[in-house]
Structure formats: structure tokens, C-alpha cells
């Protein structure tokens, strides 16, 4: 996931214009993920936000992937990887809205 662009908290606070304490709210919410780094600073995907606001139908997806068992990395990976039949990620899949599918496939990992 080294390809992939990671903003730290505080820059997550900053594109969805509010502060630090709500961001990590979403993070415990589930409604965002995160990673750590090799340093231990907590960074979120960048392609989770898309015009100043948490992409469309994440939160459904993370939590269909947590409640079948998913850690938060995991997740990541799950919604990055390169799925040919969608075609891109699911996470791209989300970004141009077509969430359906991808609740679809993270329901049907159960």
C-alpha cells in the first residue's frame, strides 16, 4: 500500500473542515479508517475523502467488512486491491458512485 497517499490526522481535520477531536470520532465511529505508520502517526487514505466530505457509502462498507471480521488494515487492503470485474477498486467504485456492488461483494464475504 507504499503507492497509496496518507494524510495525517490533523490534514484529515483540515479537508473536512472541522478539528482533530471529530476526526478521530469518525475513526472510532467507523466511518473512517486508518493505519499506522513506521513512525506510529495514525494516517488515514487519502481517497477516502472526495470534495471536502467522507466518500459516499464507506461507512456501510466498513462496517460490512469489520462485522465479517476484517481488522482495519485488512479493510484497507480489501479496498484498495484491483477487482478486474468491477473494474477498479472497490474504493474507486465508491468514489464514482457506484456503491451498490461494492456493499454487495464486502456482504457476500460472510
Do not use: C, Y
Amino acid at each position: 500500500m507504499s503507492e497509496l497517499e496518507f494524510l495525517a490526522v490533523p490534514d484529515v481535520a483540515a479537508a473536512l473542515h472541522t478539528d482533530v477531536l471529530k476526526v478521530r470520532q469518525l475513526l472510532r465511529d467507523g466511518v473512517l479508517l486508518a493505519t499506522r505508520d513506521n513512525e506510529g502517526i495514525l494516517r488515514v487514505p487519502a481517497d477516502f475523502l472526495l470534495d471536502g466530505q467522507v466518500v459516499k457509502g464507506l461507512r456501510q462498507v466498513i462496517t460490512l467488512l469489520r462485522d465479517n471480521g476484517f481488522a482495519d488494515d485488512e479493510a484497507i487492503g480489501w479496498l484498495f486491491a484491483a477487482d478486474p470485474s468491477l473494474p477498479g477498486s472497490p474504493i474507486q467504485a465508491l468514489r464514482e458512485d457506484r456503491g451498490r456492488e461494492v456493499k454487495r461483494r464486502a456482504q457476500a464475504l460472510a
